[in-house]
């Protein structure tokens, strides 16, 4: 490999700096492969700001370039510049090597915002989608639902055949319901752990008018047609016990038509509105 950036601390001073705080910023390239210049380019208060990198130090076939800039903003987006030598004119950025000027959208990123836990770089996870993943035992594993917990399925649905294949994109997307449920998800964590992974990604469970709950009606309560707050205790507490982490998907900046906030916005003198 002649040249790589990433955001380990090999490379990074800081990844989670403070706002107006200095952090270094390093590249590797190869001594054999090397270009007559480095810089960063980077976005101040939404302008593109420019530092010329300065070659530090050699280990080897590995010559490093460093540059210091200021955290003054929330997100900091970076790429780098290489210009002659080996490489003519090309940017790095988080998507690889490239030979044109390129938006900001792939940018190497640097955010003044307090450090992920340390056992999120670690985490092999495995995102479910509770209505696709699996029905619990003891119940009906083929023929369209009818009910779910006892409760009929709503008039919003609907059910399917558990092996029946989707529609794809079309108006029946979000309300194809086939009746997994979060006891289910217990039930099969042997399968995420034969997987190798050790962290479950659990997409919206709120009640929503959808499969996909992310037109959550609350943000209260687990959906009972995944077997309700109690089901999803249970998969917590199995999945702690087997050492497993639980994220749970939570969408608080959009809900859905029946939410009570968006009810009450329908009158012009809601706060709300």
Not at 3 to 15: C, E, I, Q, R
Not at 229 to 253: F, P
Request: proline share 8%; charged share 25%; aromatic share 10%.
């Amino acid at each position: 490999m002649y040249l790589h950036h990433d955001g380990s601390p090999l490379y990074v001073s800081n990844a989670a700096p403070r706002l107006g705080e200095f952090i270094s910023l390093r590249l590797r390239t190869h001594r054999d492969h090397q270009p007559e210049s480095v810089a960063l380019r980077t976005v101040h208060d939404g302008e593109p700001f420019v530092v010329v990198a300065e070659e530090k130090e050699s280990f080897g076939v590995d010559v490093w370039w460093v540059v210091t800039v200021q955290a003054r903003n929330v997100v900091t987006h970076y790429r780098w510049l290489l210009s002659g030598g080996a490489y003519s004119y090309a940017w790095l950025n988080a998507s690889g090597l490239v030979d044109h000027d390129v938006p900001d959208a792939d940018d190497f990123v640097v955010a003044a915002l307090p450090a992920p836990p340390a056992w999120a770089r670690h985490a092999v996870v495995y995102q479910v989608f509770p209505d696709r993943f699996a029905r619990r035992q003891g119940t009906d594993q083929e023929s369209p639902r009818t009910e779910q917990y006892g409760e009929p399925v709503p008039d919003w649905a609907q059910p399917r055949p558990w092996s029946a294949r989707p529609d794809g994109r079309s108006s029946s997307t979000p309300v194809e319901f086939y009746g997994g449920d979060l006891d289910g998800v217990r039930e099969h964590l042997d399968h995420l752990e034969a997987l190798g992974a050790n962290t479950l990604y659990l997409t919206p469970v709120f009640p929503a008018r959808s499969t996909h709950r992310y037109d959550a009606s609350s943000f209260a309560e687990v959906d009972p047609l995944l077997g309700g707050d109690q089901a999803l205790a249970d998969l917590n507490h199995e999945a702690h016990r087997r050492g497993l982490r639980v994220i749970g998907d939570i969408t608080l900046n959009h809900c859905g038509r029946a939410h009570d906030w968006f009810v009450r916005a329908q009158d012009p003198q809601a706060p709300e509105r």
